[in-house]
């Protein structure tokens, strides 16, 4: 058997790392060296017990899981993050992937799955719940490359068009500034709308704000 993966749980939640602690020190793959409470002593604790994987929280009081994950990768860009948490949203998955993660699992997930996922972090795979399998999640995880976040899959006239329509502008004035037939602009909408799943202006507006496309 190779040497066991270092692990670090970085949860506020003592009954989270109580019930991580009881399956991980019955892995033989596995090693806990550390846990702690919250993100802002995080590299201190690193320093101190040299993981190959941290088990982040997202939501802590003083210092959050998505700062902390700068933060460890700054401290030494080869360890892996694995972010734990109940957070399904969207936007919370791309923010901590965005930030270095290279997984995003749910506290629901089964011990085992916890397992595997810090065996395939360890080895540079990406890890993703089957809860949070979106599309843009899944690319992103996939591809390791965040500024596949910005481009969502739309090409360069689709993202201008994104970009018109958070300015206020009418698909007839849209049409005129990109130099295009009007037809040509309501059939892109249409595909960015089915694309991104939304249904109207705002709500692209909206999921263009999120992905950081535009700034309100």
Not at 37 to 48: K, L, N, R
Not at 191 to 198: D, F, G, H, P
Request: glycine residues 6%; contains cysteine; hydrophobic residues 45%.
């Amino acid at each position: 058997m190779g040497v066991a993966v270092r692990v670090l749980i970085v949860d506020d939640d003592d009954l989270v790392r109580h019930a991580l602690r009881a399956f991980l020190t019955h892995d033989d793959r596995v090693v806990l060296v550390g846990e702690a409470t919250d993100g802002s002593d995080v590299v201190q604790i690193c320093e101190a017990v040299s993981p190959d994987v941290v088990l982040m929280d997202i939501r802590m009081p003083v210092v959050g899981g998505i700062e902390a994950t700068r933060r460890v990768l700054g401290w030494n860009s080869r360890c892996r993050v694995v972010a734990l948490t109940t957070l399904t949203t969207e936007l919370t998955a791309i923010e901590v992937l965005r930030a270095g993660a290279c997984g995003y699992l749910l506290k629901s997930s089964r011990p085992a799955e916890i397992i595997d996922a810090i065996l395939s972090a360890h080895t540079a795979e990406r890890v993703v719940s089957p809860g949070m399998q979106t599309p843009i999640v899944r690319d992103t995880v996939a591809s390791g490359d965040p500024g596949i976040i910005r481009s969502t899959g739309l090409n360069d006239r689709e993202l201008q068009i994104v970009q018109l329509i958070a300015t206020g502008l009418s698909n007839t004035d849209i049409a005129e500034a990109l130099s295009y037939a009007e037809g040509t602009v309501k059939a892109d909408i249409r595909r960015i709308n089915q694309l991104w799943q939304v249904h109207n202006r705002l709500q692209i507006v909206l999921r263009a704000t999120e992905l950081g496309i535009v700034t309100l």
